[in-house]
């Protein structure tokens, strides 16, 4: 995620430190555990503040009082893992109204009665105390909360994929069209994947059922099955945690750790820029960054692409969550607040992580983005995309969905995949019972570092 290095420090200079008392005196007090750099803080990468522009927080402040007439103080820190909140949480070491979890976790956490619920109702996709994202959330987006159960305990806040960046100058978009590529010795030392449990195993789990997804996209190709069908034995077969599952998983790893340059969990993302090694395993939002610091780098590097491999993968989701005990209500204000599609805007402008938000203001930054101009002698050529899947019901009458993209297989796709795209993407689920068996296999994977 974009500025980590930076994000600790910052918490102790912009933002009120959680264990020292406030010295000026608030109606009333949030507390915000967050991603590390995982929202607008008004500051640039070198530490200064952005010239004209505010921090998302301060301008929360502003809004409550403009609400409620009364002041509101944030405390605002982050974490770097699902796992390690999950575990500060249990423990009883963290207290907050709001944290941020991924889907797997929001799932594990729900299970455990560790949240407080939203007053939602089901069958009009909305909550009581949320106009903003009632009006403003992507229909896509809200759809998927419900069928995966995470409505009840989750706002989402970004969404994306799971793919490769890598270095378009040495490596093509075939080359990497299948997960194996990681195990093959031909590119020994060329790859990194994430020190992140879950982020890693799925990509064993797609290497060991290779032959299994091959199959079944060709049946969705040949239309012998439709696409829900698709993507719900996908996502069984990207969820598979049995024993054998796992064995067959150890087995993998080991054999990739012979042949990867490493691991890492956020510096890829700027190693892969100074051509440290020449692809990624990377969530889309950080290859956004990472193809847009390549782009504007001296650093003679090679321009960077983005690309989903084709037996699948997954896309994922961070939701905003209520640990038991928090302010509901205070809660409720800062999400609504994060919900309008400027404020939106405003954080996926500074991030590079798509909002769970459409809206005017969100589709009027991807175009002022993405849209070839119409002044280009080959605008007729280039590809159209159709993103009413993510944008419908929620854009102005008469603004269509649609997109000229001179620009293929980069910031734009990683950002907005087709819908097409999105079929063979599947949820991570929690593992219930199986995951203390899975991180034991991850333990001793790392150890054979």
Known sequence: MKKTLFALALASILLPNLTSCENIITDDTITIYNWEDYINIGIDDDGYYLED???????????????????????????????????????GSLKADLICPSDYMIQKMAKENMLEEFDYDLANQSYKLLPNYNKYASKYIKDLFDENNLSKYSIPYT???????????????????????????????????KDSVRDTYFTAVMYVYKDELVKLKQDYQNNIIDGDTYNSKLAEIFNRCDDQTLEKCRVALIELKNNIYGLEVDDGKTEIVKGTYLASL???????????????????????????????SNIWFDGWVMPKGANTNLAAYFLDFLSLPSIAAKNMDYTGYTSAIAGDEIWELVNSWYAASEDDPDYDSYDEVDLSYFFGGTLSDGVEAKIKVEERGRQFDAQYPSEETVKRCAIMQDFGAQTDKLNRMWTDFKAAF
Request: aromatic content about 16%; glycine content about 8%; charged content about 25%.
């Open 282 to 312: 990377a969530w889309s939002g950080d290859s956004v960054y990472s193809m847009d610091e390549a782009d504007d780098s001296e650093i003679e590097g090679g321009q960077l692409g983005y690309v989903i491999p084709e037996e699948g």
């Open 159 to 193: 969404w994306g994929t799971m793919g490769f960046t890598y270095n378009m100058d040495q490596l093509t978009e075939e080359e990497l069209s299948s997960w194996s590529v990681m195990w093959d010795s031909n590119y020994k030392g060329k790859f990194t994947v």
């Open 53 to 91: 522009e505010t921090s998302v927080l301060d301008d929360f402040k502003n809004y409550y009082y403009e609400q409620t007439g009364r002041t509101i103080t944030v405390n605002y820190a982050t974490f770097s893992t699902n796992e390690d909140v999950y575990n500060q949480l249990k423990l």
